[in-house]
Nanobody, 123 residues
Framework: QVQLVQSGGGLVQPGGSLEVSCAASGFTLDYYAIAWFRQAPGKEREGLGSISMNDGVTEYPDSVKGRFTITRDNTIHTAYLHMTNLRPDVAVVYYC????????????????WGQGTQVIVAS
């Protein structure tokens, strides 16, 4: 089955760090750029950044720049979202998504989505 499989997430204290992974199953992640999103209950989906397919160039919105890092390991077809200095928040679901070009990432025309991973930042 062709899909993105996410793992990680959970409960973390404010100011803490957490990493979520996104593994390709049934296709080669090398040929896809990856984007990460999050969505809080009752709110619109928010983009967290992206990473290009080959040279690992990343882009981040100002809201997470300096705190979130997106990486990828094409040898194991997996991308990562590493989050630091997390702020208190309700149960937010984080998603990864893949598209065959940065242009399609920018247009939010995405071929594959992960199943979502919940993160709660609370003491």
């Amino acid at each position: 089955q062709v899909q993105l499989v996410q793992s990680g997430g959970g409960l973390v204290q404010p100011g803490g760090s957490l990493e979520v992974s996104c593994a390709a199953s049934g296709f080669t992640l090398d040929y896809y750029a990856i984007a990460w999103f999050r969505q809080a209950p009752g709110k619109e989906r928010e983009g967290l950044g992206s990473i290009s397919m080959n040279d690992g160039v990343t882009e981040y919105p100002d809201s997470v720049k300096g705190r979130f890092t997106i990486t990828r390991d094409n040898t194991i077809h997996t991308a990562y979202l590493h989050m630091t200095n997390l702020r208190p928040d309700v149960a937010v679901v984080y998603y990864c998504a893949a598209a065959p070009s940065q242009v399609r990432i920018a247009l939010c025309v995405l071929d594959y989505w992960g199943q979502g991973t919940q993160v709660i930042v609370a003491s």
